[in-house]
C-alpha cells in the first residue's frame, strides 16, 4: 500500500532542545493528521489539520498543513522527557469512497534529561 | 468513560491455532478499523468496516477475517494461514458523520507465537 515519506527516522536531543519532522506525499490531502505513540500503546492525536496552509498549536506542539496539500510538518520547542515515543503523520485524501488513511513509518524521539 | 478497548493486551498462539482479537467502542462510531504494527515498518490497514455488516478488505487482508454484527464491536480474527502473525494489533475507530473526523485508537494486542 502507498505510504508517506516521513523523516526523520529517529532523532536524539537533549532535553530543552526544539525538534522538527515532517511527511511528503506524492499524492495531495485534504487532511493531515499527526499522532503519537508510546511503547505498549496506542496513537493518540495530537493535531488534526483541515485546509492548506493551516498552522494550528497545541501547547509546545505546532503543525502546519502544506500549500501544496503534499507536505505537513510538525515542531515540538522546549522538549521535555515525555515527548518520548513514536510520532506518526497520516493523510486523507476525500477524493472517492475510499477514505483510508495514508500512514508515515514513523519519528522514534529520545530527549536525554 | 468513552473509549476504544482491546482484549487481551497480550496473546499467544500455537502453530495452526485460530485466535480472535477483541475490540469494542461506546463511542458511537460507524466505523472501524484493524490495523498491524511491525517494527519499523508503521501501521498497515488489515481490514475496515463503515457500517455494520459491511467490510473491507485493506492491504494486508491474507490470514485475517472480521466479522461487523454489532456496532460496538469488531473482532479480528488471525488465522492459521497467517504465517507470520508476531505483532502489535491496532483497533481504531471513527465517527462517519463527518469526512474530517480522525481515527481514535485503543492500547493494543501484543500476539506472540509459542
Known amino acids: 500500500g502507498q505510504q508517506l515519506n516521513q523523516s526523520p527516522q529517529s532523532m536524539f536531543i537533549q532535553e530543552g532542545e526544539d525538534v522538527s519532522m515532517n511527511c511528503t506525499s506524492s499524492s495531495i490531502f485534504n487532511t493531515w493528521l499527526w499522532y503519537k505513540q508510546d511503547p505498549g500503546e496506542g496513537p493518540v492525536l495530537l493535531i488534526a489539520l483541515y485546509k492548506a496552509g493551516e498552522l494550528t498549536s497545541n501547547g509546545r506542539l505546532t503543525a502546519q498543513f502544506g500549500i501544496t496539500r503534499k507536505d505537513s510538518f510538525l515542531n515540538i520547542s522546549a522538549s521535555i522527557p515525555s515527548d518520548v515515543g513514536i510520532y506518526f503523520c497520516?493523510?486523507?485524501?476525500?477524493?472517492?469512497?475510499?477514505?483510508?488513511?495514508?500512514w508515515g513509518l514513523g519519528t522514534s524521539l529520545a530527549v536525554n534529561p | 468513560d468513552g473509549g476504544i478497548t482491546q482484549s487481551p493486551k497480550y496473546l499467544f498462539r500455537k502453530e495452526g491455532q485460530n485466535v480472535t482479537l477483541s475490540c469494542e467502542q461506546n463511542l458511537n462510531h460507524d466505523a472501524m478499523y484493524w490495523y498491524r504494527q511491525d517494527p519499523g515498518q508503521g501501521l498497515r490497514l488489515i481490514y475496515y468496516s463503515q457500517i455494520v455488516n459491511d467490510f473491507q478488505k485493506g492491504d494486508i487482508a491474507e490470514g485475517y477475517s472480521v466479522s461487523r454484527e454489532k456496532k460496538e464491536s469488531f473482532p479480528l480474527t488471525v488465522t492459521s494461514a497467517q504465517k507470520n502473525p508476531t505483532a502489535f494489533y491496532l483497533c481504531a475507530s471513527k465517527s462517519s458523520g463527518s469526512i474530517y473526523q480522525p481515527q481514535h485508537f485503543g492500547d493494543g494486542t501484543r500476539l506472540s507465537i509459542l
Open positions: 497520516a493523510g486523507q485524501s476525500n477524493a472517492g469512497n475510499n477514505r483510508k488513511l495514508i
